[in-house]
């Protein structure tokens, strides 16, 4: 599949996202593709970690391609979009190596789960992390998502990402923690060369339970949320801003 490369590097998987001109949205075929990437990491003892990137320079993932939400009817199309993304992101979690995103560009929606679910993140000051759907397509994140986010951020930056529907800079992630390194476009390479080898060399069980304890004690106490994903991708606002964002034309929110 050329929209997901997927490619083994010696002890490394390589994932690239690989829809520039799209600013690689992800279609559900990328999605999938994502799940088997993991399957294949945890099935190759020749594996010892999980690196993905995106390609064209302009982004690392620029959420779900939003034509995939034209066939929504209702809340429950909502929940099931929802469960089936919590399906790839709690498996790329749950993969047994440690994983890396590597971030040039945008890093929104889907995109901002994707790396949100990886263990280290690197990226340059050209990066930006959001979801700005409350002046997109007016719909929610998953309960899950929710709790990543606040994992990661806190919940007063993620709260002022989403409300404000601010997308943060490269720098902005790295002082929040968000991002692990954070170096020019011509140094990532070198610094995602850097990162990889020293993670080679470490212990890989000593990392798996480090990995493993951090999810367990995040997704203990995870709360129910599909009323209020049924609620909000079962709204009017919801159904008038997909066509609206593809068609490139100002929502009047309603609310309802």
Avoid at 80 to 109: F, W
Wanted: with cysteine.
């Amino acid at each position: 599949m050329t929209e997901l490369i997927v490619s083994a590097d010696g002890p490394v998987l390589r994932v690239v996202f690989n829809r520039p001109d799209q600013h690689n949205a992800l279609t559900w075929a990328m999605w999938d593709g994502l799940y088997d990437a993991c399957e294949r990491a945890d099935a190759d003892p020749d594996v010892r970690l999980l690196a993905l990137s995106g390609a064209g320079g302009r982004a690392f993932v620029a959420g779900t391609d939003i034509s995939q939400f034209t066939a929504f009817s209702g809340g429950e199309d909502g929940i099931a979009y929802e469960r089936r993304v919590q399906r790839i992101i709690d498996r790329l979690e749950r993969v047994r190596v440690p994983t890396l995103a590597v971030v040039d560009g945008y890093c929104v929606g889907g995109g901002l789960v994707v790396a949100a679910a990886c263990d280290l993140r690197i990226a340059t000051p050209e990066a930006r992390f959001g979801a700005p759907i409350a002046k997109t397509l007016g719909n929610c994140l998953s309960m899950n998502t929710y709790s990543l986010l606040v994992h990661h951020l806190g919940p007063g930056r993620t709260l002022d990402m989403l409300l404000r529907a601010r997308l943060f800079s490269g720098a902005e992630a790295a002082a929040a923690g968000f991002v692990a390194e954070l170096c020019s476009p011509e140094e990532l390479q070198a610094r995602q060369d850097e990162v990889e080898r020293r993670l080679l060399a470490h212990a890989p069980l000593s990392m798996w339970a480090a990995r493993e304890a951090l999810r367990r004690l995040r997704v203990a106490r995870l709360p129910e949320g599909d009323d209020i994903v049924a609620e909000v991708f079962g709204s009017e606002d919801f159904r008038a801003a997909v066509p609206a964002f593809l068609a490139k034309e100002k929502v009047t929110w309603q609310g309802r």
